[in-house]
């Protein structure tokens, strides 16, 4: 869709509203689920939405990644049962209660937002564990659309209760390669494992470097504060349908470059032979679009390990021209852009910021931007008000916060 106008925002240099109290969302979720189902739930988890710092579609290359856990997470109060029944229900879509039977779960058959959920039963009970069936009752602060992986955030907050309820013994690789298999198997997204492996693995405080061929990670210190730095998400809200399907077109030409090259993968294709790589391909005649995807996976998985040698050498105000390069590359290569992503990182360099790139799957969802602590107000204002010039609806602008991964709550007393 297009971009909407809306009323004028207050002023960015005001800090966003806080988050709600975890604990307190936990004991409302707990009265609630009571409410619902008729007992008391026998816990309460939560497992965070995420936003990608660098490291694009290199994911199912079997390529590098480097996202951070969002201190916005999805929540579920969640029962045992042992008859056979999945009962799924979430405060944040309108509607009653979604009523499943375990045994008669299977890939592509609907249920909306139910689908990501019951697609980790499904793949549970694929994978040969006992889930005998579950009430389940989730709430989310993730935002929807934003490209900040609130589906994931369902998924591995569902993995992960069930692993601790039924006693599954499953460790948090394992919990996030469950929740990309309903996502690919059973809802049928075509997506990496990046985004199930951030809510999973991220740890407070750090960002996750993650070789997704065989899952070996690596958190990285990201003290943003204590270099004077921030980093800004702004959600664009906007979504446009350009995005439907488009992923899955460049996964095919992903992978038909590698087969155009004799790789398995674009991983693969080191960064030093990427020009030569590139000729070949021309000169085979393979389609333009393909070359130009080859070109954004391979310099994009250079960009991660530019970004890690900053970090560790700590010298993070110099990632700022990557970002900026990797969104140059998601603009004109990979083509995923669009006017409003383009727009908050022309306004925020305008304004100073260190660097800029869309972030997620693009066509809408988010952007990043690396701030001074000190510029992070007037060039939130900037992009804000290039938006409202443009005709567009103010975008959601929030510093990111390195956050813990999925977890299991303290038990709070139920909400009065």
């Known amino acids: 869709m297009t971009g909407r106008t809306g009323p004028t925002a207050p002023s960015a240099t005001t800090a966003p ?14 009265t609630s689920f009571t409410g619902l189902y008729g007992r008391a739930p026998e816990g309460v988890w939560a497992a965070p939405g995420r ?26 109060a969640v029962a045992r049962r042992t008859d056979g029944e999945l009962r799924l229900h979430s405060t944040d879509v309108p509607g009653g209660v979604v009523s499943l039977r375990v045994d008669e779960l299977a890939p592509h058959s609907g249920h909306g937002w139910a689908a990501y959920p019951a697609g980790v039963v499904w793949a549970l009970r694929e994978a040969g564990h006992p889930v005998t069936g579950a009430d389940i009752q989730l709430t989310s602060t993730v935002p929807v659309g934003a490209g900040l992986s609130s589906s994931a955030a369902l998924e591995v907050v569902t ?17 996030a390669v469950l929740g990309q298999r309903a996502e690919n198997a059973f809802v049928g997204v075509p997506c990496g494992v990046m985004d199930q492996m951030a809510s999973a693995c991220c740890t407070d405080g750090h960002a996750l470097y ?17 270099h004077g730095l921030q980093l800004l998400v702004v959600d664009t809200r906007v979504k446009h349908a350009l995005g439907d399907g488009a992923y899955a077109e460049r996964r095919a030409g992903c992978e038909a470059g590698a087969r155009a090259l004799g790789v398995p993968t674009l991983r693969d294709l080191p960064y030093e032979g990427l020009d030569a790589a590139l000729r070949e391909l021309e000169a085979a005649g393979v389609d333009e679009s393909v070359v130009r995807y080859v070109r954004h996976v391979v310099s994009d998985n250079h960009r991660v390990e530019q970004i890690i040698a900053l970090l560790d050498g700590g010298d993070i105000r110099a990632a700022g021209p990557v970002l900026d390069d ?16 383009d727009l908050v990182a022309g306004a925020a360099k305008a304004a100073g910021a260190l660097g800029a790139r869309m972030t ?7 952007a990043i931007v690396l701030v001074e602590r000190e510029a992070a107000g007037p060039v939130a204002d900037a992009v804000t008000g290039a938006f409202l010039s443009a005709g567009h ?24």
Do not use: K, W
């Open 17 to 30: 509203p806080a988050l709600p109290d975890e604990r307190a969302v936990a004991a409302g979720l707990v």
């Open 51 to 76: 936003v990608n710092l660098i490291g694009e579609y290199t994911d199912f290359n079997d390529g590098f990644v480097m996202p951070l856990a969002l201190p916005h997470a999805a929540l579920a």
């Open 159 to 175: 993995a992960l209760a069930l692993n601790d309820l039924f006693g599954l013994g499953l460790g948090a690789p394992g919990l």
């Open 210 to 226: 993650l070789d997704t061929r065989d899952l070996t990670q690596r958190q990285v210190p990201f003290d943003l504060a204590a």
């Open 326 to 341: 990797g969104h140059r590359s998601l603009r004109d290569d990979l083509r995923v852009s669009c006017p409003e992503l």
């Open 360 to 366: 997620g799957g693009g066509f809408g969802g988010s």
């Open 393 to 416: 609806a103010a975008p959601g602008i929030f510093p990111a916060v390195p956050s813990a991964g999925a977890r299991r709550l303290e038990p709070a007393e139920p909400a009065a």
